[in-house]
């Protein structure tokens, strides 16, 4: 397979991986303490306005996470050294995923439906998940990075 076709692929692979790891990061660092800082104690007007932030884009980092997932896949077939850095790689990116399936499925049904009382346990829960998931698919990628520099 030519070079072209493989430094194509891992640009595309790198660019959807960076795409979800800089949406996280903007999200859990810029948007959440804004809308914190300006809601203050009013957390019916946060949550509403979170809820509407976070609506539809559940299937599209669904999407996202595949194409990350179908593209390292392709080019672990196309390249096959390093593999052990790219299962690692892969694991990482599963346990992240599956912490996603959890706010998304889970958490937030939770969340929109919650009590006054219950929303400071959920919104500290979610920064807690939030933190993982950007740790465990930042890792990741700065993994696929180094395999590509061996």
């Known amino acids: 397979m030519s070079s072209g076709v493989v430094a194509g692929l891992a640009v595309v692979h790198a660019g959807l991986a960076a795409a979800w790891v800089g949406g996280m990061a903007y999200s859990l660092f810029v948007v959440q303490p804004k809308l914190k800082r300006y809601f203050g104690a009013d957390d019916d007007g946060r949550e509403q306005l979170t809820a509407v932030i976070a609506s ?12 990350i997932a179908v593209t390292g896949l392709l080019m672990l077939v196309i390249d096959h050294s390093h593999w052990w850095i790219h299962a690692v790689k892969g694991v990482l990116l599963l346990i992240a995923s599956g912490i996603f399936w959890y706010v998304s499925w889970r958490h937030w049904p939770q969340r929109i439906f919650a009590t006054a009382a219950e929303l ?7 920064i807690v998940l939030a933190t993982t998931m950007l740790g465990l698919a930042g890792v990741a990628f700065a993994l696929g990075v180094v395999a590509v520099h061996l």
């Not at 539809?56 to 194409?67: C, E, S, T």
């Not at 400071?120 to 979610?126: D, E, F, G, H, N």
Request: aromatic residues 6%.
């Open 56 to 67: 539809g884009n559940r299937w599209k980092v669904v999407g996202l996470v595949g194409a």
């Open 120 to 126: 400071p346990v959920l919104q500290r829960r979610l």
